[in-house]
C-alpha cells in the first residue's frame, strides 16, 4: 500500500492538487539514538532519472520504474518526494507521532534527528496495517539547497528478514540532494509521455511520476482560476477487483479535496487493450472560495496499477474540459 501525494502543500502552489501524504516511521529498535548519530559512512546516493534527492538503496532493491525510489520483489520499497523549500516550514511542526497516530500510523517512539549533508532533516518510525498487510514504516524529512525532501520507506512484516531493519537505516543516513534538473528533463523523465498539450503547459512534476499541468500565466493558483490538471499514476500496485474499477473510479473523484457536493454527471467504462478504462464528468463546489467548478476524470486500470488524470476548470468553461480529455487520451506509458 503506497499512498498517492501529503495533503496542503502541493495544493498551495496549485489547485486542488494533494501534497504527499507523508507517512510512515519504522520499528526502529535495534540501531538505537547512537546509531543515527554515528559519522555516515561513504556510500553513493542514487538519484532518479532528473531528481535532486536520492539515496544508497539496501542491497536488492532497485530503481523503481513507476516512481521515484526503489523497490524490492518483496514489495517494500521507498519513495522520494522532491519538494519547494517552503515546505519544510509547514511538514516541521506537522510530523509528529500524534499527527500520524490519528491518520492510523503506529508510531514507536519519538522523532529523532537525521543527520544531512549539507542540510538537516528528522526521522519518525512505526507500523500500519493496510489491504490486510502490516508494514514496518518510516518517514523521514530533509532539506537542502535544492529544497525539501520526504522519504517514505514501507517493509511487508513477512519481507523483514529480505529487507531488514538495520539495512534501511543505514540507507536514510546516506540520503543526499544535487543540482535540480530543469522542468523540461524531469517531464522527459517521466514513465509516461503526454502526446497532446491542447493548449495546458507543464508546471511541476511531483512525486518522480506525477505531473500537473495548467491554462493560463499563474504557475501559483490556489483560487482556481485557470484550468488546470493533473496527471497521478498510482505510486504502487493497488488490489482494484474486476469489474469494481468503476465504483474505485468514482471514490477517488467524489473524494477530492477542498470539495463538496460532488455530482457525476456523465460515467462511461470501456476496454482498450488489456487496460479497463473509466472515464467521469461532474461538477462540485470549491470549499475554500464557493465557486462552482467542472471536473472530468480518466483512469486507467492495467496489471494492479492505475493511471488517474483528472482535470478542473470554472462550470462554465466546458471546453477546457473537453479539450483536458484529449490530453487525459493522449498519455501513454514509455
Known sequence: MIDAPPRGLLARLLPNRRALRGVLAALGGTLGLAALHAPVQAAEAVFPAAGSLGLAPPPGMTPAKGFAGFEHRSGASIILVEMPPEAWDQINGRFTPEALGATGFRVKGAREALPVDGGEGFVLRGSQSANGLTYAKWVAVVRGAPGTGLVTVQVPEKAAKQVPEAAIEAALRTVAFRAKASLADQVAALPYSVGALEGFRPVIVFAGNGLILTEGPKDVDPEREQPAIIVAPSLGQVPVPAGAETAYARRLFTQQKDA??????????????????????????????GRSMGAMQTVVFEDSRYLRVIGFAGADNGDALTRAERVAASVAMR
Not at 267 to 282: I, N
Open 260 to 289: 463538496r457536493d460532488v455530482v457525476v454527471t456523465q460515467e462511461d467504462r470501456s476496454v482498450r487493450g488489456g487496460a479497463t478504462v473509466v472515464r467521469l464528468r461532474g461538477t462540485f463546489t470549491d470549499t475554500r472560495t
